[in-house]
């Protein structure tokens, strides 16, 4: 566990906290410091503060997607919808804004760390669970948590590959925000449900998904999205 994080009493909290939950946890202050802990520690989470000096959060969050699919939760003490939108756009899985209880923050990491990273599997899974999804040529691996597009390896966030893995297994099934949001950020997840359209928005980017047409991800009007049909 990582926390980049500016103010070191806040800093020092989150740590604390997270270090009694039985994480083992490390902090630094500055945008360079955080880049450098990904790279020597490689987190399964990094927490994030947006208004770090050196670089900020959002230039953070760019150059950690670069080399690590770790899930980054963002903190926030600015409250315009952009910061979060854009936060999100580079690759944050989730936010939470300040002030916050650390007990929430605790939820939401424990939250992102009940789901698979890229090739891993459960102890009850084997890898012939479940078949890969191919919808045109996209193909949708959800054991091994790989997604393709033709012969191309797309590279995806944790989160992106959540939410069309969640599409792709039930493709005929329109999904609200509130019920892609209890399966992949967890019933008790409180905040702007459109984040959904955020992620959604960066994923279509990635697989060259026109949103007019939705051949992969398809805009239900009124209800939310559903896997497209190729």
Known sequence: MLVIE??????????????????????????????????????????????LPGLDGIEVCRQIRTFSDCYVIVVTARKDEVDTLIGLSVGADDYVTKPFSVRELLARVQTVLRRPRT???????????????VVGALRVDPNGHRVHLADTEVALTPTERDLLITLARRPTMAFTRRQLIDVIWGTDWVGDEHLVDVHVAHLRRKLGDDPDTGRYVTTVRGIGYRMGQG
Do not use: M
């Open 119 to 133: 090739g891993s599997t459960s102890a009850s899974e084997t890898p012939s669970s479940e078949p890969i999804r």
């Open 6 to 51: 500016d103010e070191t009493t806040l800093a020092g909290l989150i740590a604390a906290y997270l270090s009694r939950a039985g994480y083992a946890t490390t902090t630094v202050h500055t945008g360079p410091d955080g880049v450098q802990a990904v790279r020597e520690h490689a987190p399964d989470v990094v927490i994030l503060d947006l208004g």
